[in-house]
């Protein structure tokens, strides 16, 4: 019979540690999941909301942490919010450019999202000033990438760092237009570019070298924005002073959420799991392409639109994997797999390299740094590498002590490996699961028995 504990140390801190102790006589996965509301559409669905005129109403919402920080910090610029739920949140938006300016800090937790759509946003509010700041974690993440764009079109930031890190404060003001070309491909940059030319007169266009996912064009189409986008240069402009109406938004399934059972499926002798609503959007599905190179035995069923966004049920078989090759432009559709990916690796025939990865040493914790040192621990043979891992499956994997370094998608991929180690895996500060998938631990418990 399998076993999953959590305890509360007993540091001043209140972290958990996650136990896991698979039986000695095999595991095997077994149900039908529903994973947690998608994060980035919950995350735009409260923003353009609030800044929407009427109202606008959200089905399938992440009660995560982070959805949290956002809809904390619209309310205190005027929008009003309903109380949290993933039946039905009404919001009531203050209309475009009509968010007063707020009381105190507006502080975005742990939530990088929050924090870099939200500046796009508040520094074209002219003549309204903003302080914005985060929890540990995020007062150290890069916020230069979007500072930096937002500065050109006119903007006045100051923060940390030359302006790098949060606390971060907002003067705003009145934008002009501009073609920015990102160094990067990243949602994050390009979503903060684009609320910014909301308010602009004009045109804003934003290039990337990659397509990055695009949960942001397909919302602000839905409120009424007016964009242009050009695939073959992965380039999106949008018009500045639209109207802006609520909407009806249903949110799918995470598939970043997903991606654990997937991998857990996949790996633990036996498995068979059936996961239900899980959005497909084609910018997000580089995980789905991973694990089909990787031979994993996934069909998809039941396909359909919802809400604008395609949605399919995911059937996951045990099966023995192959490793293979991640970079180019497949990272930024599966950046955030990327952490449960390596677990995947650990257990595949042969040497999986990840690569064109470095983006994941600015996220929650340096990813790269975290997989391979706690990996490692459980016997697994990784090779960390400037933008990527190097690693070799195959190898048994043994119940260890790791650290989830308060990284969400850290804690859940080390609960997946532990449940092929041999002996008890103890996980540190496993809390951290809560930011994106507050119902992980029942989840895990309830395909284990």
């Known amino acids: ?30 149900g039908t999941i529903t994973v947690p509301g998608d994060k980035s559409i919950s995350h735009r669905a409260l923003m353009l909301g609030a800044i929407a005129e009427g109202e606008t109403i959200i089905e399938g919402l992440l009660i995560g942490e982070d959805p949290r920080s956002t809809a904390k910090c619209f309310r205190a610029m005027g929008a009003k919010i309903g109380q949290l739920n993933t039946e039905k949140v009404r919001v009531k938006g203050v209309g475009l450019g009509n968010l007063k300016e707020p009381l105190d800090v507006l502080n975005a937790g742990n939530s990088g999202t929050t924090m870099r759509l939200m500046l796009g946003i508040l520094a074209s509010h002219s ?218 690796a650990a257990c595949a025939e042969g040497t999986t390299i990840i690569k064109d990865a470095a983006e994941l040493r600015v996220k929650e914790s340096d990813r790269l740094a975290v997989m391979a040192s706690e990996l490692t621990k459980m016997g697994a043979k990784v090779t960390e590498r400037p933008d990527g891992l190097e690693i070799t499956g195959g190898q048994p994997l043994k119940g260890a002590e790791v650290d989830s370094y308060t990284d969400h998608r850290i804690a859940m991929s080390f609960a997946i490996a532990s449940l092929i180690a041999k002996d008890a895996t103890t996980i540190h500060r496993a809390e951290a699961a809560s930011i994106s998938y507050p119902n992980f631990v029942a989840t895990l418990e309830q395909v284990m028995t």
Request: net charge positive; glycine share 8%; hydrophobic share 45%.
């Open 127 to 344: 003549g309204r000033f903003f302080t914005v700041t985060g929890d540990s974690s995020l007062r150290s993440r890069p916020m230069s990438r979007v500072v930096k764009p937002l500065v050109q079109m006119g903007a006045a930031i100051w923060g940390r760092k030359d302006n790098a890190l949060a606390p971060l404060a907002v003067k705003g003001k009145e934008l002009k237009p501009i073609h920015y070309l990102s160094p990067v491909a990243s949602a994050q940059v390009k979503s903060c570019v684009l609320l910014a030319g909301l308010m602009v007169e004009g045109k804003t266009t934003v290039t990337e070298p990659a397509l990055s996912r695009d949960h942001s064009e397909r919302m602000l189409k839905a409120f009424g924005a007016e964009l242009e986008i050009n695939p073959t240069t992965n380039s999106v402009t949008i018009t500045g002073k639209p109207t802006l109406k609520g909407q009806h938004i249903i949110v799918p399934g995470d598939i970043s959420s997903a991606a654990f059972w997937l991998v857990a499926a996949a790996i633990v002798p036996g498995s068979e799991l059936l996961i239900t609503n899980v959005g497909v959007n084609p910018t997000r599905i580089g995980i789905l392409e991973v694990l089909a190179m990787m031979e994993a035995d996934i069909t998809q069923e039941n396909e359909r639109m919802v809400a604008g966004e395609p949605v399919v049920d995911l059937r996951v078989k045990y099966s023995k994997l192959k490793a293979c090759t991640i970079g180019g432009n497949l990272i930024p559709r599966l950046i955030d797999e990327i952490p449960i990916l390596a677990v995947a």
């Open 1 to 30: 019979m399998s076993t999953s504990t959590i305890t509360v140390n007993t540091q001043d801190d209140r972290s958990q540690d996650l136990v896991i102790n698979p039986p000695s006589s095999g595991l095997a996965l077994k």
